[in-house]
């Protein structure tokens, strides 16, 4: 499979760092936003096609889960991502 390889930038940086986020308490989406330099919208967008919806008849990977918790939307790491966080090569810092 060469899915780490085909995985786009965002997608790439939202893995590595949900990966380095406490297992429990997952990340709070203004927190992950502020972190990567996206706007919350653009975040929830990629997380949308990277949770298990299913969109256009194809369910998604179900890499990432994102609750809400009483006023805040919190991101966390499902199975399926930390697998392939640990298939995938190191994040690059940003140039």
Excluded: C, F, Y
Excluded at 62 to 82: F, N, S
Aim: aromatic fraction near 2%; glycine fraction near 12%; charged fraction near 20%.
């Amino acid at each position: 499979m060469t899915i780490g390889t085909d995985l786009d930038p965002l997608s790439h940086a939202i893995l590595h760092a949900l990966a380095d986020a406490p297992r429990d308490g997952g990340v709070s989406l203004p927190r992950l936003g502020k972190q990567l330099g996206q706007g919350a919208s653009v975040l929830m967008r990629q997380l949308t096609l990277m949770g298990d919806a299913t969109l256009g008849g194809v369910r998604g990977p179900g890499w990432v889960r994102v609750v809400q918790m009483d006023d805040r939307w919190v991101v966390h790491l499902e199975a399926p991502g930390r697998a392939l966080v640990a298939a995938l090569p190191p994040q690059e810092a940003a140039s």
